[in-house]
């Protein structure tokens, strides 16, 4: 990959990281506005337990598409480390293609659901779902991106990413 479109990609994935902090932040206050409302002036919190409700679910989905790293996803060390680096390669592509084959085949029906959506609101917010449930479709189209990247790296001979906690330095 060229110098300006790593250049570009870190740019992006910080920009990623940048929402996903917004996303936290307005969590963390709508969570407090929760605490400050029940309990000092015995308001009704429905409004801010919805919107801590619909920040939780971006970030993670956000997060999981845009944020984290193929090494910081959770996988079965144990048996998959433990092969050989050939092995641990066919794995990696086995499950690069399925994971591929099947949110591909499911992204059609996602994003007609989604859309679907469009007639029903929050009840405090009144957010259409469609809206709200639209990052599943990013997501879904994220991954399978991901994953399209991942398998063209495998198959070009590069080998899978060693997560950070068999690092030297992990403490583990």
Known sequence: MGSFALKAAAWLRRRA???LACLLGAMFVAFIAQIVLRYFFALPTGSMYELTVVAWLWMVLWGSAFVLKESDEIRFDLLYWSVNRHVRR???IAS???LI???AASFPATVKYVSFMKVE???YLHIRLDWLYSIYAIFAF???VRYAWILWRL???RDPEAPQSLDVSSGL
């Open 17 to 19: 990281e940048n929402v």
């Open 90 to 92: 066919a794995m990696a």
């Open 96 to 98: 690069g293609v399925a």
């Open 101 to 103: 084959v099947l949110y």
């Open 121 to 123: 609101r929050t009840d």
């Open 142 to 144: 994220a991954v399978i």
């Open 155 to 157: 198959l070009r001979g």
